[in-house]
């Protein structure tokens, strides 16, 4: 394994049914300072990012795909986010978990909402997103 030093958490991403309640809650009770509201109509998905200061920041989305019934997408948590650095990085360890033989469930990519991104899976399947800073 190559020698580096630690990604730090870049944010948890929480599926939900109730995004305005959810992001209210967050703001109220923990003293989360929400970003702008994302839409992707075409996709039918809305998120906010919740911030709390320093540290990793909470990003609860809705879908019309979550459903909650059985082999379904359901609410909850979704994935974590690692902060790779830059995109390079996002590239190269992409490349380097792929010939190792994870699964990549997303290639690197732009997302509709400007993050630079990669998605693979760990040992269990759950989903590990790689962002550029």
Known sequence: TENRKPMKIAHVAL???RLEELRDFYVQWLGATAGPKYVNPDKGFESYFLSFGEGASLEIMRSRDVACGPGEVCTGFCHLAFSAGSRDEVVGLTGRLRSAGY???????VTGDGFFE????DPDGNRIELVAE
Do not use: D, F, K, Q
Request: proline letters at 7%; aromatic letters at 8%.
């Open 15 to 17: 599926w939900t049914t």
């Open 118 to 121: 990669s998605v693979v899976c």
């Open 103 to 109: 699964e990549v469930a997303g290639e690197p990519r």
